[in-house]
């Protein structure tokens, strides 16, 4: 059973410019969750989506946005990129919303802004 | 809301020495609690959980962690660590209803030394 799928793995932008990362969940789940992660603030939760609604939504400029496809996958775009978005964007995806069910990570992308 | 606090940034050890991790939680209602692990270069994957139940938790690895309500902790515990264990270990909270996301700690560096 394949796992997490997210690309791109690193991805080098410039300020300004904007950026849309892709994550494919493990077949069969419906909840696909983002967070990014950084040395100084560990994980933080960007949204969640399920059945192509978002859920929630964590405390991030109106510069992050995501959305999610019928299929599950789902994209999230970055515009007008900032210094401080440099980070890895973690996807997780589960089979449904409760809470004591395992998030299943990706490996990240990678994203470096100059 | 939720809090989480790792203790320790970083846990140096020696192979086969025992090690714990520290992990105290803040909530206003009872929660589910979590360890997972990063290896480098790779996303996420659960250690183990607690739901309910027995405060003792066995999880992946040899890992086990035990919930203790009164002090609000969820210590992670290995009794003979091993250079594989290196990685990343990250605490994580959410209240045992609704669907609210994980919230996770900064995350503990544990490095095995040989």
């Known amino acids: 059973k394949a796992g997490v799928t997210q690309t791109p793995r690193y991805l080098i932008k410039t300020r300004g410019q904007q950026v849309t990362l892709s994550c494919s969940p493990i077949s069969g789940h419906r909840s696909v969750s983002w967070y990014q992660q950084t040395p100084g603030q560990g994980l933080q939760f960007l949204f969640e989506y399920f059945s192509e609604t978002q859920r929630n939504k964590g405390n991030f400029p109106g510069r992050f946005s995501g959305r999610q496809f019928s299929n599950s996958r789902s994209e999230m775009n970055v515009s007008t990129l900032e210094l401080g978005d440099s980070a890895l964007y973690l996807c997780?995806?589960?089979?449904?919303?409760?809470?004591?069910?395992?998030?299943?990570f990706g490996e990240g992308s990678r994203l470096t802004v100059l | 809301a939720q809090s989480v606090t790792q203790l320790d940034s970083q846990v140096p050890v020696f192979e086969e020495a025992p090690v714990e991790l520290r992990c105290n939680y803040s909530?206003?209602?009872?929660?589910?609690l979590f360890w997972y692990v990063q290896y480098p270069n790779q996303g996420l994957q659960l250690l183990l959980k607690y739901l309910s139940g027995s405060t003792l938790v066995k999880g992946i690895n040899g890992f086990e962690a035990e919930f203790n309500k009164s002090q609000t902790s969820f210590h992670l515990r290995k009794p003979s660590v091993h250079i594989s264990d290196t990685a990343e270990y990250f605490c994580a909270v959410s209240p045992n209803s609704g669907n609210t996301p994980l919230v996770f700690g900064k995350g503990t560096r544990l490095s095995v030394i040989a």
């Open positions: 909530s206003s209602v009872s929660v589910y």
């Open positions: 997780a995806s589960s089979l449904n919303r409760g809470r004591t069910g395992e998030l299943f």
